[in-house]
């Protein structure tokens, strides 16, 4: 399919160079495995004398998307300031990788972790059968749907019911779902609920930003003035606070708190940004390296991070 869009295109190319973003806290043997799964994959297609697969750590990826659109990278089209510190979360399934753009150091800091969006929709470590889908939230999608709460007819519960029968996880079953969002409405159920359903989101929220607090105190590099969200795991967040302005000033306050510092220690123009295409923005950052949009960054430092933790003193763990 790549071939045929290549060669259809308005200047064709038996060369192509090609991206693979694999994130940092992979394994090397999985790294390296998918790795050279793309090389045959595109050595079949094009030849081998025709491709060149690059390795790209997926932290860094969409801040470079970040770098070529800085004027409207938001989804209600908010820029950013690239002569201040910044900091993007992008939250996958089974990732967050987080970039740290030190701009008066010139450098680059990340990191990547295997805490994501499947801790909260997915299910957890399975002692007796892998094959078991009792996320709660699942569960209580599935409660309103077969109780008729939810505005779903007979042909929209047989397609789920249809796409459970191949889903391999609770995960697989929850993406389904939000993909449907505009149907089910699932979202508004779980604000309005009793389960407890917020206060568990409201936690692994604050458990990744006090990860970014302790990852700046081991730095020792200033809070970041705009904090950007990517990546499709990152959408939940918006659910704690769909209004862009009170989440920014709760996620300013939570990271303040982390850090131990009062308001006005924090960075003025402080703000939180959504990326308007939160799943795009990886494979877009990645087609940017090549390019004259990133040329003031090429000379950064990129240096990864790893941060067990941080003890009341600010010494490492």
């Not at 390296?32 to 045959?40: A, L, M």
């Not at 089974?94 to 800091?109: P, Q, R, S």
């Not at 709460?149 to 929850?174: G, P, Q, R, V």
């Not at 923005?281 to 950064?300: C, H, R, W």
Request: charged content about 20%; glycine content about 8%; some cysteine.
């Amino acid at each position: 399919l790549l071939k045929n869009k290549i060669m259809l295109s308005k200047q064709p190319s038996s060369d192509i160079i090609v991206y693979v973003t694999l994130p940092h806290s992979m394994g090397k043997t999985a790294k390296s495995d998918i790795y050279q799964g793309w090389v045959d994959c595109f050595s079949n297609a094009f030849g081998a004398t025709h491709v060149k697969v690059e390795q790209m750590t997926e932290s860094i990826a969409p801040y470079y998307y970040i770098l070529g659109n800085a004027t409207n990278i938001g989804a209600n089209g908010e820029s950013i300031d690239l002569n201040k510190n910044a900091l993007n979360v992008d939250i996958g399934g089974g990732t967050t990788d987080m970039l740290f753009a030190d701009v008066e150091g010139k450098k680059f800091y990340y990191n990547s972790s295997l805490f994501a969006g499947n801790d909260i929709w997915g299910d957890c470590l399975q002692l007796a059968s892998n094959d078991v889908k009792n996320n709660g939230f699942l569960l209580y999608f599935e409660k309103l749907l077969n109780a008729g709460t939810l505005i779903a007819n007979d042909e929209i519960k047989d397609a789920y019911e249809s796409f459970k029968k191949n889903a391999i996880s609770s995960a697989d079953l929850m993406s389904y779902i939000f993909k449907y969002e505009n149907i089910f409405h699932f979202s508004d159920y779980i604000k309005r609920s009793n389960e407890g359903f917020m206060p568990l989101l409201f936690v692994h929220f604050g458990a990744l930003m006090y990860y970014v607090s302790m990852t700046i105190k081991h730095l020792g590099i200033a809070v970041p003035s705009t904090v950007v969200f990517s990546g499709m795991g990152s959408k939940y967040i918006q659910l704690l606070d769909p209004n862009v302005g009170s989440l920014t000033l709760t996620t300013k306050k939570i990271l303040g708190h982390f850090m131990g510092y009062a308001d006005d220690k924090m960075p003025g123009d402080f703000k939180v940004i959504f990326q308007k295409e939160p799943k795009k923005v990886t494979a877009q950052g990645s087609m940017l390296l090549e390019t004259s949009a990133i040329n003031d960054y090429k000379s950064y430092e990129a240096d990864a991070v790893c941060v067990l933790g941080i003890d009341d003193e600010g010494k490492e763990i």
